[in-house]
């Protein structure tokens, strides 16, 4: 069964030329949590999805996988 995917973070970081690290650094958190959501290990809060909306320039909406019903 494949990993269900909940949001663009890593897409959206390389559309924007940016890297994990760089997230990372702009937060001022580990790389490793930045890698968790790249891979849907795990999820950022609400509050952190907007952080890092704005740091990507981005609606959060737009980090976020649409599911179609």
């Not at 760089?22 to 849907?40: F, Q, R, Y």
């Amino acid at each position: 069964m494949s990993k269900t995917i909940y949001n663009r973070i890593k897409s959206v970081l390389a559309e924007k030329g940016k890297t994990n690290k760089d997230l990372a650094d702009a937060l001022k958190i580990a790389p490793e949590t930045v890698s968790s959501w790249c891979t849907n290990s795990a999820q950022p809060s609400i509050k952190r999805l907007f952080e890092i909306a704005s740091y990507l320039e981005v609606q959060a909406g737009d980090l976020l996988v649409s599911i179609k019903k």
